[in-house]
């Protein structure tokens, strides 16, 4: 893979306004973010099917000292069928034109959104 294909996935928060770079822009949380109205969100896709199980999602409680072993509990959760084939149709998208994964978090650099991210640049 190029550089070039690698700056093509990014992650950003759902209460940032949207930008002509994000191409695709994809919710991965399971949850719709709060107070946010969906015309505002300026989303193509909500995929829920990718994010992680509420009981991980519950244990982790974006505690950044989880981090390292919340993104490797939930690499194993991605080979769950129905996780797979979302982060399949993830990847198919990053490969047509840009992706901008989109989360709630407040801390978008350890969120699933950013472990996602990772996967879909390798």
């Known amino acids: 893979m190029t550089a070039d294909h690698e700056v093509r996935v990014r992650v950003r928060r759902a209460y940032e306004a ?5 191409g695709a ?6 949850l719709w973010p709060r107070g ?5 969100a300026h989303l193509d896709e909500w995929c829920k099917q990718v994010a992680p199980s509420t009981e991980l999602r ?11 072993e919340f993104g490797r509990r939930y690499r194993e959760e991605l080979r769950d ?7 399949a149709h993830l990847r198919d998208l990053a490969e047509k034109r840009p992706l901008t994964l989109i989360t709630a978090t407040k801390q978008p650099e350890i969120s699933e959104a950013e ?3 990772e996967l879909l640049r390798t």
């Open 115 to 117: 472990v996602l991210a």
């Open 25 to 30: 822009r994809v919710l991965v949380d399971r």
């Open 81 to 87: 069928p129905e996780r797979a084939e979302a982060l």
């Open 58 to 68: 519950q244990w982790y409680h974006h505690e950044p000292d989880r981090f390292e």
């Open 36 to 40: 946010l109205a969906k015309a505002r």
């Open 18 to 22: 949207p930008e002509r770079a994000d």
